[in-house]
């Protein structure tokens, strides 16, 4: 088991809600890290995704890791992703996260630099634990250019 991938203290004691959590915290480090493994072993083979870029939709997962790939290339060293404001409902074996998703760089003239999107992803707990069956990430736009509104804070 990769070490940013859910502990193994989390799978039987802790609640659905806190290992979905725990997902969570850890795709933030290896987000952070730019650790494409890492930030990929959230992602079931067979997900679906709509991510901030086209096309529409990823069903290959070596498509939605090159997406990835491409995504940490295009940030600073200290990039970070997190979710604030995290919700997390589950029942039985299915699980749903939703909120915004803060990124954040730092430019080379020293200032922070931060985007703020929308972000619902859906798990299915299988043997090998939580796995990402759906994602949705956008920026909502401006109906009068029809450019993503990447300036809005909550």
């Not at 972000?119 to 909502?140: C, D, E, L, Y």
Request: aromatic letters at 10%; proline letters at 5%.
């Amino acid at each position: 088991m990769n070490d940013r991938e859910l502990p193994e203290h989390l799978d039987g004691a802790a609640t659905a809600r806190q290992q979905i959590r725990a997902l969570h915290e850890a795709w933030f480090v290896a987000s952070h890290e730019k650790d494409l493994d890492a930030s990929m072993a959230p992602f079931h083979t067979s997900v679906v995704t709509y991510e901030h870029s086209s096309p529409l939709r990823y069903t290959d997962i070596e498509a939605i890791r090159e997406e990835c790939r491409r995504g940490f290339d295009m940030q600073s060293d200290d990039f970070a992703w997190t979710v604030p404001d995290l919700v997390v409902e589950t029942d039985g074996d299915l699980a749903v996260a939703w909120g915004l998703n803060r990124m954040a760089n730092r430019r080379e003239d020293g200032t922070e630099q931060v985007m703020w999107s929308r972000g619902t992803r859906v798990f299915k707990r299988f043997a090998q634990g939580w796995k990402m069956i759906h994602q949705h990430v956008s920026f909502p736009f401006d109906p009068a250019t029809g450019a993503a509104a990447t300036d809005l804070e909550p």
